[in-house]
């Protein structure tokens, strides 16, 4: 984890941990994500999430990289999306809120140039034309045309882990 002061008091962005093989990325992606989250005991899941893909078919499985930001801010999501890796999928806590789209089409661009999976958001996504030309997979709590900051405080990567797994379905 990042404990040196070039970061404002506020940041945080922890180190990328180990990741898992691609055999056993591509085994999680052909198993059906219920019988995931019944062997994670059932604990594991997020409800009142739609797809703004266009894509019923598609499946997202890859190593996470997490976010915590702000209600409408999105500073750290920019940095996220720069120190993902392709196949990463980007899950951002934006508190479920509305108001404030965290991220459209510029990023959606960023995201597919990088080889991104896909976005899972707690929060608003904007340009949904955009993300229904599909390319790069997005899961989110709603969509909004008001656009986002860039200046709160937020946290980035937590370790990596199979907690993330069941995120490949269509939720």
Avoid at 4 to 24: C, H, K, M
Avoid at 110 to 126: E, H, N, P, Y
Wanted: hydrophobic share 40%; net charge positive.
């Amino acid at each position: 984890m990042t404990t040196d002061n070039r970061w404002p008091a506020g940041y945080f962005i922890g180190q990328r941990g180990s990741l898992p093989d691609v055999e056993t990325i591509d085994a999680f992606r052909r198993l059906p994500v219920l019988n995931i989250g019944d062997c994670m005991g059932r604990s594991c899941g997020a409800s009142g999430l739609q797809a703004y893909h266009n894509n019923p078919q598609h499946v997202l499985c890859g190593p996470a990289l997490t976010v915590k930001v702000r209600p409408g801010d999105n500073l750290m999501i920019h940095k996220a999306i720069e120190m993902d890796q392709p196949g990463d999928v980007l899950v951002i806590d934006g508190s479920g809120d509305l108001t404030q789209a965290l991220i459209g089409g510029l990023m959606r661009t960023s995201a597919l140039a990088k080889g991104i999976a896909g976005f899972v958001i707690d929060g608003a996504i904007r340009d949904i034309n955009e993300w229904a030309e599909g390319g790069v997979a997005l899961w989110a709590r709603g969509n909004t045309l008001r656009g986002p900051q860039r200046k709160a405080l937020a946290r980035s990567t937590s370790p990596y882990s199979a907690r993330v797994w069941w995120w490949h379905q269509a939720i």
